[in-house]
Each structure stands twice: as structure tokens, then as C-alpha cells.
């Protein structure tokens, strides 16, 4: 029983040593890994919505500007580019009689 004991402890020492190591690589930023501040990621999904099975409108930000686009299974589509974000529409109102 000791034997099982001391594997299964090396075992979970060992893992919490690569676990420990892949967090501080992330944490400094080593070239290659996942950089360490999401600021300076140039492209972003701002919002995705699901039009039906085969289309689907995506906001992405690339360097401040957003951009419209429509995908699809056989084509992909720009709808409007350059998108200022101060300038969003008024949410439509229905009308009540």
C-alpha cells in the first residue's frame, strides 16, 4: 500500500511542477506562449449571432475599429467596415395606438 502511496504522491508532485511552470511562462510572457496582457491583442470577437444554420454575423474589432462581417459555409461576406463605436443607432420603438 506504501508503494501506491509514494507513486500516486510523485505523480501529483510532478504534475503540480508543470502546472507551476506552464502558469509562470504564461505569466511573464515567454515568445510563442499566450501573451501575458490581452491589451495588446490587435483582433478581437466583440459579438457573434446566429442568423440560421448556415449564416452567422460576427462583430470584430481589429485596432479600435470595428468591422461587420457575414459568414457562411461557401462564402464570407463584408457587410460595413470601419464601424465608429460612439456613433451606435437608437434601439427601434414600436409603435403604440
Known amino acids: 500500500m506504501s508503494d501506491y502511496l509514494r ?6 508532485l510532478v504534475l503540480g511542477l508543470i502546472l507551476g ?5 504564461r505569466r511573464i510572457g515567454v515568445p510563442g506562449m499566450v501573451p501575458a ?3 495588446s491583442r490587435r483582433l478581437s470577437v466583440v459579438e457573434s449571432l446566429a ?4 449564416r452567422r454575423l460576427v462583430l470584430v474589432r481589429r485596432d479600435g475599429q470595428e468591422h461587420l462581417l457575414l ?7 463584408v457587410v460595413e467596415t470601419a464601424i465608429d463605436k460612439g456613433t451606435a443607432p437608437a434601439p427601434a420603438q ?4
Open 7 to 12: 507513486t500516486v504522491s510523485a505523480l501529483v
Open 21 to 25: 511552470l506552464l502558469w509562470l511562462l
Open 37 to 39: 496582457r490581452q491589451a
Open 51 to 54: 442568423l440560421d444554420g448556415r
Open 71 to 77: 459568414l457562411g459555409n461557401t462564402a464570407d461576406l
Open 94 to 97: 414600436e409603435d403604440t395606438v
